[in-house]
């Protein structure tokens, strides 16, 4: 990075290398002008299948795709690795953490949005939830382990802590996740384990509005309702969730044991909308204009999760498609200003939403290219083909595609693997301390050794 002006051609600065900022880069390839995209991870992530990383049906590989490889083919794009922390928006200067600073004629911001807990930031060690494929391993780690550790628990007592796994939030994330652990409970793991039942466990949705997916149109709130409760799925509607503590939640007037607590309830745009210092609404995103520009400020973009756009009277849904919309749009936008014409306004095209359930269930809504609701089997068919479609790269599509037909027909999930601590929150020995396989011999001679623990036993304390 440089602090002077190196480039006769316009510089393009984009942060955040998310849906809208690799659309951004790829439309700007014919454009003159110079495109550098800053992220601080080296690599796109396709985060509608994060649960399923974090389900262990999918490797993160199978999601992600290095920056460089996917725009290596743009000869006047650069990919840096680093994170904005000021704006100098006199002198058109970014400061990043490294140190280094650059300079812009055009600035984009795409930096996306984290997990909200409503103010209580203490829930989210607690209760992680799902926008990185460090969260999705991360989640992945506690499911896995507390079947290791109910396992184990049997061994050592005959008696394990009750597997509860308790979603909070029942927008398309909570729905997914809840649907794919029973999936994997009920019929992945059943051959898996010697002393436990893993059909046995309890999957928990807690959602403080009176419908799951309350964004969706009713027909198809009722429906994803019904494939979730013939999963297996415990959904509990109208109840909001008062506190998360280790081992449990408070919903209403009842605590709830919980292995695992997931979050999915609230998102928050990225914390460089503030540091922007322009006007945003409670969430944190940017107030945009037509243009998807600040007010007063032509120079600067702002889109995907970041933008505060309205269309109807409505703000536009933070999801990929209009952020991938947004991102085309900004690259028309900046070819026009160098043809001296004026700028096009921002139209949503809203083509639908569609969310799995599970195995052969799911619900969608289609605008385009015809108007429909339609759920169950016809619904998944759906989702699989679009979400196949738009994954960056052949070898992605390839490799998600063959682990759907493998699972499908086998009843078999990979990449089970288990990385850090192998401690959970909420769980201990019979001693008090907590628990951590291989903290403690196993005893096979006390009372509820392997030899005295009924097979599939699906006792709790």
């Given at each position: ?33 110079d495109?550098?995209?800053v ?8 985060q509608?299948?994060?649960?399923q ?8 590989a ?8 996917m ?25 990043f ?21 409503f103010g ?24 896995l ?32 996740l ?15 384990f010697?002393h ?19 964004n ?20 509990h ?7 998360v503590?280790?081992g ?5 007037e ?17 914390g460089?909308?503030k ?54 749009h ?14 096009p ?10 969310a799995?359930i ?22 998944w ?15 992605n ?6 682990q ?58």
């Open positions: 990075m440089a602090t002077e002006e190196t480039h006769r051609r316009p510089r393009v600065l984009i942060l955040g290398g998310g849906f809208a900022g690799t659309h951004a880069a790829k439309a700007l390839a014919k454009v003159p002008v495109v550098t995209l992220d601080r991870r080296n690599h796109f992530t396709f509608p299948l994060l649960y990383v974090g389900l262990a049906v999918l490797s993160p199978d999601i992600a795709s290095p920056l460089r490889t725009l290596r083919g743009n000869s006047n794009t650069e990919v840096l690795m680093d994170e904005a922390i000021g704006f100098d928006l006199e002198h058109r200067r970014v400061s953490r490294s140190g280094a600073e650059m300079k812009y004629d055009y600035l984009m911001l795409a930096t996306g949005a984290t997990h909200s807990y209580h930031d203490e829930w989210e060690p607690l209760a992680p939830g799902l926008k990185t494929i460090e969260d999705a391993i991360e989640i992945r780690r506690r499911i382990l507390a079947f290791e550790l109910a396992e184990r628990e049997m061994l050592e007592r005959g008696s394990h802590h009750p597997l509860n796994f308790v979603i909070i939030g029942g927008g398309p994330t909570g729905v997914e809840a649907g794919a652990i029973c999936d994997i409970t009920r019929r992945y793991m059943q051959r898996d010697r436990i039942d893993p059909a046995q466990a309890r999957v928990i949705l807690i959602e403080g509005e009176k419908r799951v997916l309350a969706y149109p009713e027909d198809l709130s009722i429906k994803a309702e019904e494939q979730l409760k013939a999963l297996g799925v415990e959904v509607g109208g109840m909001r969730v008062t506190d503590q280790p449990y939640v408070i919903a209403g009842q605590r709830i044991e919980s292995a695992v607590t997931l979050w999915a309830a609230g998102v928050q745009a990225s460089l909308g540091v922007l210092g322009m006007p945003t609404d409670k969430r944190g995103c940017v107030l945009v204009n037509a243009t998807l520009n600040p007010e007063g400020h032509p120079e600067i973009f702002v889109c995907g999760d970041l933008a505060h756009f309205e269309q109807n009277g409505h703000q536009v849904p933070g999801v990929a498609q209009p952020a991938m919309q947004m991102g085309d900004i690259a028309r936008m900046i070819a026009a200003d160098l043809n001296h014409q004026p700028r306004p921002f139209h949503y095209f809203d083509k639908g939403d569609m799995t599970g195995r052969l269930a799911a619900v969608a809504k289609v605008e385009w290219p015809f108007k429909a609701h339609f759920s169950g089997f016809p619904a068919i759906a989702w699989l083909i679009v979400h196949i479609y738009f994954l960056i790269g052949f070898r599509r390839l490799a998600v595609l063959s759907w037909v493998w699972s499908y027909f086998t009843f078999t999930y990979g990449v089970r693997l288990i990385y850090g601590s192998q401690a959970l929150p909420g769980w201990t020995n019979k001693d008090g301390v907590e628990t951590s396989p291989g903290a403690q011999p196993l005893d096979h001679t006390a009372p509820g050794s392997h030899t005295e623990v009924p097979a599939k036993s699906a006792a709790a304390d």
